[in-house]
């Protein structure tokens, strides 16, 4: 099954600063996902990265809080954008896989854990 | 309105005890549901995944059912023990004429197992 690598894997940001998270996948996927998990609560879908166009977002979530980059078929990032505490959160990268009984599943990478002061 | 609610909301059971998990949606159309497992600090990974058809499925020491009248699943978890610990995570797809349907996460139930 495809391998969802992310970093950073947790990082504590000052309000107002931005910050980068990297998605890798060890193989070519059409769509990526980013999610976010906030204590207590559900995942929510952020937004849907796809190679060669812009990504589509989620109600709720803009391009300027989120912009996401998606250059190839293997690779995309997040960003945080003027990080304020209620950004504090796990963010997680996912990519539709397929087992070997032809079923799909949502994989996820092992999640970026931010925390804003 | 699609929802997915997770019942309980947390649990504490003592190692080699049994337990089960319950998901009730409102998710409509239905395309198919899934559970997911996620240890502290890492991402969800994928237990089982039923369709509509399908009322029962095994994974080692985890068995789902499926109820696709009363809209109600569980996931049994057998001799537990201590990686069990974890968020069980249930997801309903909504059929969009597709098998990559739009998801709909339930909170998770936190499983604490004591030795």
């Known amino acids: 099954s495809a391998v969802i690598s992310q970093k950073p894997s947790r990082d504590i940001c000052q309000r107002g600063t931005s910050l980068t998270i990297q998605c890798q996948v060890d193989?070519?996927?059409?769509?990526m996902f980013w999610y976010r998990q906030q204590p207590g609560q559900s995942l929510t879908l952020i937004a849907t990265?796809?190679?060669?166009?812009?990504?589509?977002?989620e109600s709720g979530f803009v391009i300027d809080k989120f912009p996401i980059s998606r250059p190839n078929l293997t690779f995309s990032t997040l960003t945080v954008s003027n990080m304020s505490p209620e950004d504090s959160s796990i963010y997680l990268c996912?990519?539709?896989?397929?087992?070997?009984?032809?079923?799909?599943?949502?994989?996820f990478g092992a999640g970026s854990r931010l925390t804003v002061l | 309105k699609n929802q997915v609610e997770q019942s309980p909301q947390s649990l504490i059971i003592l190692e080699g005890k049994n337990c089960t998990l319950q998901?009730?949606?409102?998710?409509?159309?239905?395309?198919?549901l899934r559970w997911y497992k996620q240890d502290t600090g890492r991402g969800p990974v994928s237990l089982t995944i039923?369709?509509?058809?399908?009322n029962t499925k095994s994974n080692g020491r985890y068995t789902a059912t499926l109820d696709a009248d009363t809209k109600q699943s569980s996931l049994h978890i057998t001799a537990s023990q201590l990686s069990d610990s974890a968020s069980y995570i249930c997801?309903?797809?909504?059929?969009?004429?597709?098998?990559?349907?739009?998801?709909?996460f339930g909170r998770g139930t936190q499983l604490t197992v004591w030795p």
């Open positions: 996912s990519a539709w896989d397929r087992t070997p009984s032809g079923a799909n599943v949502l994989t």
């Open positions: 193989s070519q996927v059409t769509m």
């Open positions: 990265a796809n190679q060669g166009s812009e990504a589509t977002y």
């Open positions: 998901c009730n949606y409102t998710v409509s159309p239905f395309s198919n």
């Open positions: 039923m369709t509509f058809s399908e």
């Open positions: 997801v309903v797809s909504a059929d969009r004429g597709s098998t990559l349907g739009r998801l709909y």
